[in-house]
């Protein structure tokens, strides 16, 4: 049995109540140290890139060595990786998320595969990006492109959509399933027809997570499908893209002379992405919570 | 079982187990490209203090160093204001101040690295060479200060985790022995916890060894080795870093590419150590607790 210290009446010479006051405060001070930061960062971007945003900034090429004009091939990459990763990282999660919830033994194989999942969350992402190199673009011989650059971010993506697929499915009650397979059904029609459509809230807010953090990394898409610049869309998914987090990098840090509207532009634009899909998550969320009747 | 029903069965059961594949093939593919360097390049010249790519120079102790400074010094500011607003989120905050610092967190989490990066160079750099009067903004500390932006989310959202998994009797007891609150936090919650926050620290020392972009654009890039308490305020070079700019421009199959894949592999091995070592950690707290409470 752990011996905890026992409460003292007064300790430097101040009463218990007069330490709590002390230490409460500095707890709040800590949490407004952590949030003030990030708030006071999202209004700045705000301010400074607002400004700029115009349909005509949303909609054109970039001209001037990427100085002047509009970052549309920037957008539309991300969008074409965004629905790569999807389309990859989706069927593969949520049917993974199936099993571990609906089908596996706590067996040995079992715990393998959850060890698989915790390690795949923290591979670094230039890793994922050295795997991708060597993976999709040489052995595959796909080579800098959109279809590369999905499937490194879908298998990147894949741990977050496992992990809320099986949560949400697991905290559907147990007696859904057993009425599904009373009322006659098979165990994979009770799972598609009564389970899912009750976990779905909860998947797509994973989906949407997943998704999230796939459209602002920049390191798995480095040397997997980014480029520089393109003076036209690209037209097929052997084609490699621009993407805005990968064109922040490079109008921060690689173009001299670079005029701070078209950045803080672009820098908003892609907070828009991210925030906005943050946004729809926990809507969906907190709609599912109030809907739920179990 | 129709034939149908079965094969959708099966191909559930093999993308439950995709993870370990996926895991598997990283690993290869890494050692596949990065082995190599073994053989290329001596031991005794990899662990040496010069990294100087065009010279055949591949020391990695500088870059190794850089990562544990930024890494080291990120945690020192992350661990006090992470645990520290978890510990108001969870214990203190009232309701209506809980439900905005839950979504804030929750956006810090969703900010693109290359952001933070942009950031750093716009006005965090700026601001701490004149802070400290150096010839450079762009030192370890700015990178330090990105990342625990980076790791303080994760570290929030575990430790709170593990604050409310505390049975409210530990706390009813400490009052009912008449603990104040702040003692009740620091002698009874905060221990009982000890388990759920020290995986929360260890989780946030990988995202911040993993991290790649926000430190790259922030740190100078300097391959110095470690000299002291100054290194913190002197431009360093990462891992991560190192890889992301220079596998860019290595032609692949050289020594070069093979000794930045071998930093990969050191890199890879980190995070499984760090990620299956705190799941271990946070499985037996799981177990502890149950036999408390049983």
């Known amino acids: 049995m752990r011996r905890y210290p026992e409460p003292k009446e007064s300790r430097f010479g101040i009463t218990r109540q007069q330490s709590q006051k002390i230490g409460f405060s500095f707890i709040r001070l800590i949490s407004l140290i952590t949030v003030l930061p990030i708030l006071g960062i999202i209004v700045y971007i705000i301010v400074k890139?607002?400004?700029?945003?115009s349909w005509e900034f949303l909609t054109?090429?970039?001209s001037d060595g990427m100085r002047a004009g509009g970052i549309l091939p920037a957008i539309v990459g991300t969008f074409y990786?965004?629905?790569?990763?999807?389309?990859?990282?989706?069927?593969?999660?949520?049917?993974?998320g199936i099993y571990l919830s609906e089908y596996a033994q706590d067996s040995y194989w079992t715990r393998f595969?959850?060890?698989?999942?915790?390690?795949?969350?923290?591979v670094p992402s230039v890793v994922y990006g050295l795997f991708g190199l060597g993976l999709f673009v040489l052995f595959c011989n796909f080579g800098i492109s959109i279809l590369s650059a999905s499937l490194t971010l879908s298998i990147m993506t894949l741990p977050v959509i496992i992990s809320t697929t099986e949560e949400a499915l697991r905290s559907v009650p147990y007696r859904f399933r057993v009425v599904g397979v009373s009322l006659g059904g098979t165990q994979w029609q009770t799972i598609t027809r009564v389970i899912l459509p009750q976990a779905l809230p909860g998947i797509l807010t994973g989906i949407i997570l997943g998704l999230e953090r796939a459209v602002g990394e920049t390191a798995p898409i480095l040397f997997t499908g980014a480029t520089f610049y393109l003076p036209h869309l690209p037209s097929s998914p052997l084609d490699a893209t621009m993407a805005l987090p990968y064109h922040i990098y490079v109008i921060s840090t690689q173009v001299p002379g670079m005029s701070s509207g078209v950045q803080y532009g672009?820098?908003?634009?892609?907070?828009?992405?991210?925030?906005?899909?943050?946004l729809i998550a926990s809507l969906i969320r907190s709609r599912a919570r109030a809907k739920r009747q179990w | 079982m129709k034939r149908s029903e079965k094969i959708i069965t099966n191909s559930v059961k093999i993308a439950g187990s995709s993870s370990i594949l996926f895991i598997l093939l990283i690993f290869v593919f890494l050692v596949r490209e990065g082995l190599p360097a073994l053989s290329e390049v001596s031991l005794?010249?990899?662990?040496?203090?010069?990294?100087?790519?065009i010279e055949d120079l591949f020391g990695l102790l500088p870059l190794i160093s850089g990562s544990l400074v930024v890494t080291f010094t990120s945690i020192l500011i992350a661990l006090p204001l992470g645990i520290g607003t978890a510990i108001y989120i969870g214990e203190i905050a009232p309701k209506n101040v809980k439900e905005i610092l839950k979504p804030t967190v929750e956006i810090m989490a969703g900010i693109p690295s290359v952001v933070l990066g942009f950031i750093g160079i716009q006005a965090l750099s700026p601001f701490l060479r004149e802070f400290f009067n150096l010839p450079t903004g762009l030192t370890a500390l700015s990178g330090s200060i990105l990342l625990a932006m980076i790791a303080i989310p994760s570290i929030v959202s575990i430790a709170e985790d593990a604050l409310y998994a505390v049975p409210n009797s530990y706390r009813d007891a400490s009052y009912a022995l008449g603990a104040t609150q702040w003692q009740t936090i620091w002698g009874v919650v905060l221990p009982a916890a000890r388990n759920g926050l020290l995986t929360a620290v260890m989780l946030g020392i990988g995202r911040s060894l993993g991290?790649?972009?926000?430190?790259?654009?922030?740190?100078g890039n300097a391959a110095t080795t470690f000299s002291g308490l100054k290194s913190v305020i002197m431009p360093v070079r990462t891992m991560t870093a190192t890889i992301a700019s220079e596998m860019g421009e290595v032609a692949s199959g050289s020594v070069h590419y093979h000794v930045l894949f071998f930093i990969g592999i050191i890199l890879f091995i980190f995070s499984l150590i760090i990620n299956i070592s705190s799941s271990t950690v946070q499985g037996k707290s799981k177990q502890e607790r149950g036999q408390v409470i049983s």
Do not use: C
Not at chain 1, 113 to 122: C, D, F, K, P, T
Not at chain 1, 266 to 278: I, K, Q, S
Not at chain 2, 44 to 53: A, E, G, H, I, T
Not at chain 2, 211 to 219: D, L, R, S, Y
């Open chain 1, 49 to 53: 890139g607002g400004s700029h945003i």
């Open chain 1, 60 to 62: 054109s090429m970039p």
């Open chain 1, 81 to 96: 990786l965004m629905a790569g990763t999807a389309l990859f990282s989706i069927p593969l999660g949520i049917a993974a």
């Open chain 1, 113 to 122: 595969i959850r060890v698989a999942i915790i390690s795949l969350g923290g």
């Open chain 1, 266 to 278: 672009t820098v908003l634009v892609l907070m828009v992405f991210v925030l906005g899909m943050n």
């Open chain 2, 44 to 53: 005794k010249d990899l662990f040496s203090v010069r990294w100087y790519p």
């Open chain 2, 211 to 219: 991290e790649t972009m926000a430190v790259m654009m922030v740190t």
